[in-house]
């Protein structure tokens, strides 16, 4: 199913845009700057991005993405 990415929760832009790393993908405002954890499948990387949107008090560390 297709997941639409929550607007960024740093600067509450809907310019996200989907980066491709090596193979991995995330989440990345276009307007800050700000990324999600990236991730080997589009669907968990959108996930994850509205995690942090949602949970925007505790924003992932770069440790727990790693999961
Ligand atoms: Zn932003």
Avoid: I
């Amino acid at each position: 199913m297709a997941t639409q990415p929550e607007p960024c929760p740093y600067c509450h832009s809907t310019q996200l845009h989907l980066v491709h790393h090596l193979c991995t993908h995330a989440v990345c405002c276009q307007h800050c700057g700000a990324c999600g954890p990236s991730e080997r499948r589009v669907e968990k990387a959108v996930d994850l991005w509205n995690g942090v949107a949602h949970g925007f008090n505790h924003a992932l560390p770069a440790a727990q993405a790693g999961r």
